[in-house]
C-alpha cells in the first residue's frame, strides 16, 4: 500500500524513472509530489535537473529559483 502522505518513496520512485530514462513519468511523480509537500526544495533541484538535462533551460531556472 503506498501512502501519499510520505513523500521519500514518491521522490525515489521518481529517481528510479530518471535512472530509467522514463523522464515524463518522472515529472508527473515530482508533480504530485510538489502538491503533497510544496516547499521540499529537492523536489524543486530534481525537476530543474531533468529540465536541465533536457535543454529546457528556461523550465530548468524556474525550478531551481522556486
Do not use: T, W
Not at 515529472?27 to 510544496?38: I, Y
Not at 535537473?49 to 531556472?61: G, K, L, S
Amino acid at each position: 500500500m503506498e501512502d501519499k502522505k510520505n513523500p521519500v518513496p514518491m521522490y525515489q520512485k521518481a529517481k528510479i524513472l530518471i535512472s530509467l530514462e522514463r523522464i515524463d513519468e518522472a515529472l508527473d511523480v515530482l508533480d504530485e509530489l510538489k502538491e503533497v509537500q510544496p516547499h521540499e526544495s529537492s523536489v524543486y533541484a530534481l525537476m530543474g535537473n531533468i529540465y536541465r538535462r533536457c535543454h529546457m533551460h528556461q523550465r530548468a531556472m524556474f525550478h531551481y529559483g522556486v
